[in-house]
């Protein structure tokens, strides 16, 4: 399953699925134990690496569950990712939310013409052959 985060599939036409977007959304609470790690390293400085490995993690697990929705629906991709954290924290509590959304799509042909080429700044990009040479 592709998951991008541009509105288009590199190198294939494509079309929306009746079904449109899908969204996945998880809130996790952060507990004690890394709540009072993170307040000593708010005093001192320095990163909470239990807040970045949980943020990691949930942020993993919900585009695996966007992957596997999309393929159920029949989806060949995702296009125009969006993925969004928040941090919501108050004196009694502390949470990550993630919010996760695209449009499902499915591929209709391979655009004739087009390959893969590299740019300067060495990322790929599909273009067709009499713009290769630019």
């Given at each position: 399953m592709e998951l991008l985060t541009i509105e288009y599939v590199?190198?294939?036409?494509?079309?929306?699925?009746s079904?449109?977007?899908i969204v996945e959304t998880e809130i996790?609470?952060?507990?004690?134990?890394?709540?009072?790690?993170?307040?000593?390293?708010d005093v001192f400085?320095?990163?909470?690496?239990?807040?970045?490995?949980?943020?990691?993690?949930?942020?993993r697990e919900v585009l695996e569950r966007i992957a596997?929705?999309?393929t159920e629906y029949g989806a060949?991709?995702?296009?125009g990712l969006n993925v969004h954290t928040n941090y919501v924290v108050s004196s009694k509590l502390s949470m990550?939310?993630?919010v996760a959304s695209g449009t499902l799509v499915q591929k209709i042909r391979v655009v004739q013409g087009m390959e893969k080429a590299h740019t300067r700044e060495g990322s790929e990009q599909w273009v067709s052959p009499e713009r290769r040479g630019l």
């Amino acid at each position: 399953m592709e998951l991008l985060t541009i509105e288009y599939v590199p190198g294939w036409e494509i079309q929306a699925m009746s079904s449109g977007m899908i969204v996945e959304t998880e809130i996790v609470g952060l507990n004690v134990i890394r709540d009072m790690f993170a307040r000593i390293r708010d005093v001192f400085g320095g990163k909470s690496g239990s807040y970045n490995d949980k943020a990691i993690e949930t942020v993993r697990e919900v585009l695996e569950r966007i992957a596997r929705r999309a393929t159920e629906y029949g989806a060949d991709a995702v296009v125009g990712l969006n993925v969004h954290t928040n941090y919501v924290v108050s004196s009694k509590l502390s949470m990550f939310h993630v919010v996760a959304s695209g449009t499902l799509v499915q591929k209709i042909r391979v655009v004739q013409g087009m390959e893969k080429a590299h740019t300067r700044e060495g990322s790929e990009q599909w273009v067709s052959p009499e713009r290769r040479g630019l």
